[in-house]
């Protein structure tokens, strides 16, 4: 089945900088990539997505970027803030028996220090 | 609007007892998903329902039996659970089921069985 490993666990940086969350999956038929980002006490939130006919996506401060040839995807956020604050899962789809489900990475935990 | 409902937001219940999670949206989505989250993990697929039937189950205990009443609504019936079955239930929906479309999560219901 699909195994998406996810780095790092935890990550911590000072106000203003960038984070950088790194995923790679197996199945090279994934064709779609979300991130989600889980507050405390909350349930996760669509942050960002990109498809496998895109090499790049940015929404403000945050970015994604995906290598087809290597499987693996990344989450770039810049002038990172406190409330940066949480932990944010990679996912990837898989498809098994003709359906198709996200399978998602084991999270980091980012922690953005004032 | 991209808002998914749960109700209760946290139950307490004894293994002997029966009780039901709900979820609802109103964004006009054909799929529904059921996942548990347990602490520092990530969330897990339970069920998927696509026009209101059934489509995936990830071989989940029949102590939990899923429910699609109409295509806004999606219940969780919940009988003779065991303690390790604590943890975050979370519903999310999709337009269709299938990778490219985009999955929004609700809050989730916090369960705990004594």
């Known amino acids: 089945g699909e195994n998406v490993e996810q780095h790092p666990s935890t990550l911590s940086v000072q106000e203003g900088d960038s984070a950088v969350i790194k995923c790679t999956y197996s199945?090279?038929?994934?064709?779609?990539f979300p991130w989600y980002k889980q507050e405390l006490g909350k349930g996760p939130q669509l942050i960002i997505d990109i498809r496998s006919n895109v090499g790049e996506k940015k929404d403000q401060r945050i970015a994604v970027t995906l290598n087809k040839t290597a499987k693996h995807f990344s989450l770039h956020i810049t002038e990172t803030q406190p409330e940066d604050s949480a932990v944010y899962f990679c996912?990837?789809?898989?498809?098994?028996?003709?359906?198709?489900?996200?399978?998602f990475g084991k999270g980091t935990k980012l922690t953005v220090n004032p | 609007d991209t808002e998914v409902t749960q109700t209760p937001k946290h139950l307490v219940m004894g293994m002997t007892n029966k009780k039901s999670l709900k979820c609802e949206q109103h964004?006009?989505?054909?799929?529904m998903y059921w996942y548990k989250q347990k602490a520092k993990k990530p969330p897990e697929l339970m069920f998927v329902y696509s026009y209101e039937k059934l489509s995936i189950n990830e071989s989940v205990p029949s102590r939990f039996s899923p429910e699609c009443p109409n295509s806004s609504l999606l219940n969780l019936h919940l009988h003779a659970l065991q303690p390790e079955d604590s943890a975050l239930y979370l519903c999310?929906?999709?337009?269709?089921?299938?990778?490219?479309?985009?999955?929004?999560f609700g809050p989730g219901t916090r369960l705990t069985v004594t």
């Open positions: 199945d090279s038929a994934s064709n779609y």
């Open positions: 964004m006009g989505h054909r799929a």
């Open positions: 996912a990837a789809t898989l498809t098994q028996g003709g359906s198709e489900k996200l399978v």
């Open positions: 999310a929906s999709s337009q269709l089921a299938g990778g490219p479309y985009e999955q929004y």
